[in-house]
């Protein structure tokens, strides 16, 4: 009688189950967990046996006026404790459907600028507007992330994932609409609901993977994901070249553009219509013990202005966030001034500077995918991220003092190096990043993770053409090998407070 209320319940749930056969135990523990999850701790106590069952009502009605917050809390984990985890062969076709929209997303913003000299001369427009064709995209994340990721914590993820792939699909067709040299501002149109839907894609990656994968494949699940969007780059970096030759006639011009458009639009309604079918909201049951903790939270516990305070509060994730953006800020520059670079020490090799790029992106695919496995096997988050980071700070400086010296082969090993640590710290810095902040969204954490993208990749990008345009190539590169050196400084100092595996050791051995 001395033992409290929680100890009596746990006492006589543990002797109950102890005169069960075990498939008797599954059942039950299968239908407690249902009752608890419906809001009932009278169907935890629905477990035992029926004298049994009225003395410990009593007492849990008793524990409800006495310790409101505690009893609720102990439901939250015993109904955690007691769901059942169990991994939903959905899982691949969700991952792969969402890699998928977002490899057509990532399409859409690089196919101007891949054939930037044919839309410009289609258009009659300066290079400098094609190139705020790509530049949309960066923009318009930084002002609609916040509203999006509450989006997310409110409505849930498969709302997200229609959203996203039907403005995918709507900014496609809308192109269709500018297949003459005057419609220019119906191109833009579509570019920037393409950059919105951007908005619904970039974040979901760890996010999808813990809603929907155990802890043993999270990480591969989030690279997965992040495959699609690289892919994506880089078939952006293939095709409009071949379906879009650079021909002085417009109608023939506008024939060719509008194959590239039509497919593009195919692609996109194709994909819209299998996230209807096929995209859930969550699996039946939760695919690890740490997700079980998140879904037995009641809603009303959860503030979304709260969970970002928290984020800002975390020392450690700000250090992730601004390490994050800093090498990601870097890639993006690279990408972009890439070309420039390349035809300044190499007249005449349009062609291969293309090529430099796509080996910079597939490389950089090969990063992603080996980094996500290594992690789920090892869950050595903080020092695979400081050796990602230091190898893309030594590729960098590589890269920097080969690029002139005329062997164009140099180039493409360089780059390609430079290229698999630099993407391969992309699903890297998201995971980490879930780790550091269980059990907050994924969603918010990621957004914030590429809001430090978008800003250090448009500050990195304007600085580094106005240096090398007054100091050439070298000094830009050396500037973003500086803010690389400082990235792997700082990342030295996050502490690796793995808060979501911790949750998984500790439900399990409870």
Known sequence: EGRSGAERRAGGAGSSRARLSPGAVASRRAAAAGEVGRGGRAGFAGQVGAGEESRRAGCAAGMVQQEPAGAAALAGEAAAAMAEVRLSRR????VLLFSSYSLCNAFQWIQYGSIN?????????????????????????????????????????????????????????????????????????????????????????????????????????????????QLGIALGFLVPPVLVPNVKDEEKLAYHISIMFFMTAGVATALFILVIIVFKEKPPHPPSRAQALIQSRPTE?????????????????????????????????????????????????????????????????????ISGI???????????????????????????FTLSLGHLWVVFVTAGVLGFFMTGYLPLGFEFAAELTYPESEGTSSGLLNVSAQVFGIAFTIGQGQIMDYFGTKAGNLLLCSFLFLGTIMTAFIKAELRRQQANLDNEQT
């Not at 899982?91 to 969700?94: E, G, K, L, P, S």
């Not at 290594?374 to 920097?400: F, H, P």
Request: proline share 3%; glycine share 8%.
């Open 301 to 369: 516990e959860y503030s979304y202005v709260q969970s970002i305070l928290r984020l800002l509060r975390n020392a450690n994730f700000l250090l992730l966030m601004v390490t994050y953006g800093l090498n990601t800020g870097c890639f993006y520059a690279l990408s972009t001034l890439l070309n420039r670079m390349v035809i300044h020490h190499y007249p005449g090799e349009e062609v291969n500077a293309g090529r430099i790029g796509l080996t910079i992106i597939l490389s950089g695919m090969a990063g992603a995918l």
């Open 91 to 94: 899982r691949w076709a969700v």
């Open 117 to 229: 000299n044919v839309f410009r001369h289609f258009y009659g427009v300066s290079a400098f507007a094609i190139d705020w064709l790509s530049m949309s995209y960066m923009l318009t994340y930084i002002p609609l992330l916040f509203p999006v990721a509450w989006l997310l914590d409110k409505r849930g993820l498969r709302l997200i994932a229609l959203a996203g792939s039907a403005l995918n699909a709507l900014g496609a067709w809308v192109k269709l609409g500018s297949l003459r040299p005057h419609l220019f501002p119906v191109t833009v149109l579509g570019q920037v609901i393409c950059s919105v839907a951007q908005v619904f894609i970039l974040g979901m990656p760890s996010h999808i993977a813990s809603v929907w994968f155990g802890s043993h494949e999270v990480s591969t699940a989030c690279s997965i994901a992040v495959f699609g969007n």
């Open 374 to 400: 290594w992690l789920d096997r090892t869950k050595t988050y903080k020092q695979t991220t400081l050796v990602v980071y230091i190898m893309s700070l030594v590729g960098m400086v590589v890269y920097t």
